[in-house]
């Protein structure tokens, strides 16, 4: 089992930052790939980002490519999502997942490969 709890939402401004935490604890040496997605009001949840849990290699949505940045604090279990330039596109429900599945980095983007789920954090991003 794989438990993970995430922080850091909140109401911002457009153009804004945040960061969003995500603490994992239980069996995180079975992790594969960490991933953030999102799911805004009437939306399907959709993909933002994810690492590698052993090789930290990440990949991005285009949507936010360039603008956020996964990273991970291996010494506190620890995976963050960092939010520049946020806009009110970005305005969503922010979960952490884990996936224990070796799969391709295009199958990671994919929800139903995720395993473990956080309750979820909200960003909401004014204009």
């Known amino acids: 089992q794989v438990q993970l709890v995430e922080s850091g939402g909140g109401l911002v401004q457009a153009g804004d930052s945040l960061r969003l935490s995500c603490a994992s604890s239980g069996r995180t040496d079975r992790i594969y790939t960490v991933g953030w997605f999102r799911q805004a009001p009437g939306k399907e949840r959709e993909f933002v980002a994810w690492m590698r849990w052993t090789t930290s290699s990440t990949n991005y949505a285009n949507t936010v490519k360039g603008r956020f940045t996964i990273s991970r604090d291996n010494a506190k279990n620890m995976v963050y999502l960092q939010m520049n330039s946020l806009t009110p596109a970005d305005t969503a429900v922010y979960y952490c997942?884990?996936?224990?599945?070796?799969?391709?980095?295009?199958?990671?983007?994919?929800?139903?490969?995720?395993?473990?789920w956080g309750q979820g954090t909200q960003v909401d991003v004014s204009s």
């Open positions: 997942a884990a996936s224990l599945s070796f799969v391709s980095g295009m199958l990671s983007t994919s929800a139903g490969m995720y395993d473990y």
